[in-house]
């Protein structure tokens, strides 16, 4: 009954008021995207300058872990002989000495900067044609479908990126 | 040619949107946080319309909102609505002499009640309501439910892809 009443009291608005009011959302959808593009350009400038600083931070506890599981395996085996626990560890002492942990620790590290970068270039890109489009209610600028298209373009590039930096760890 | 002032007192930035004689016009600020509207028109009478509706209004509702959807990249950037979905009706038909001016002042909402009162000058109103829309909160659950489906699906198809 009530659906009822209210199916026959809304009426329908003018469609150029029905067309301002897509375009005010779609303006305002648009300065999300150009606030969350500048936060992600952002996060790939930090990321790009913390690059070196995480590869060394990894190296550095790497080397750690390696000082604390050679102590750890040479006290297992010399004060509890014949433990289950002492194989484990020189399985993984060998694969840490044979330098694939090293390997895979960089290729992280590089494979997220790249594409973070890539990702940022082609957002800052955006957020500024985006910004520009959103102060402009009531209009569709050139920019905001040139802003589409390289939106659409940057995150194509983004997946294929990303993917092809996964295949590159695996 | 005839000359017709309006004063629009109580109406917020973002609330409603208006016409007169089927175009948009330029509203100017006061400092007293009013906005004027001056039109000059040859017609003997001009129709104000103040709407607001929601995202879910007219036969093509669900379409609008998968575009949105999709835009607004699954729905992450989109506008959060009101969830109660008020919708604001107000027309009114000005008759014309040389130099009309009119006061329009805006009620406080209240489900059911008058959208607003025309205060010194004259004018026919036609419709004049604010209330809460109930069909738009069933679509919108509608809506919802479709989103969480079509994103699930979204994801897996992405992982499917990632994994292979």
Same mark, same amino acid.
């Given at each position: 009954m009530d659906r009822q009443d209210s199916q026959a009291r809304t009426p329908l608005p003018p469609p150029l008021l029905c067309a301002e009011a897509r375009m005010e959302r779609l303006n305002r959808i648009f300065l999300h995207i150009s606030v969350a593009s500048l936060v992600l350009t952002f996060l790939a400038f930090l990321s790009t300058i913390l690059a070196p600083v995480l590869f060394f931070t990894a190296l550095c506890v790497l080397f750690v872990a390696i000082l604390v599981m050679v102590l750890f395996t040479l006290g297992l085996i010399l004060f509890i002989p014949d433990n289950p626990v002492v194989f484990l560890w020189g399985v993984l002492g060998d694969f840490i000495a044979s330098g694939d942990s090293v390997m895979y620790i960089t290729a992280f590290c590089f494979n997220s900067t790249t594409w973070l970068s890539a990702l940022g270039a082609i957002t800052a890109l955006l957020s500024i044609g985006l910004t520009a489009a959103g102060h402009r209610p009531g209009k569709i600028p050139k920019i905001v479908l040139l802003s589409l298209a390289i939106l659409i373009f940057g995150f194509i590039f983004a997946f294929q990126t990303v993917t092809g930096g996964l295949q590159w760890q695996n | 040619m005839a000359k017709l002032t309006m004063e629009f007192i109580?109406?917020?930035? *973002?609330e409603g949107h208006l016409t007169v004689g089927g175009g948009i016009p330029t509203l100017s600020r006061t400092k007293q946080n009013t906005y004027l509207c001056t039109i000059e028109s040859t017609e003997k009478s001009l129709e104000v319309v103040i709407h607001k509706s929601h995202r879910?209004?007219?036969? *093509?509702w669900f379409f609008w909102n998968l575009l949105f959807f999709f835009i607004s990249i699954l729905g992450i950037f989109d506008v959060r609505p009101n969830k109660k979905f008020p919708v604001l009706d107000g027309r009114l038909r000005i008759p014309l002499e040389e130099d009309t001016s009119l006061l329009i002042r805006r009620l406080d909402f209240a489900d059911?009640?008058?959208l607003f009162a025309v205060e010194n000058g004259e004018a026919e109103v036609l419709s004049n309501l604010q209330y809460y829309d109930k069909e738009a909160r069933r679509r919108h659950k509608i809506f919802s439910r479709f989103k969480l489906i079509a994103t699930v699906l979204l994801v897996l198809l992405l992982i499917i892809i990632l994994a292979f």
């Open positions: - | 109580g109406f917020s930035d *973002l879910y209004t007219g036969r *093509l059911g009640a008058p």
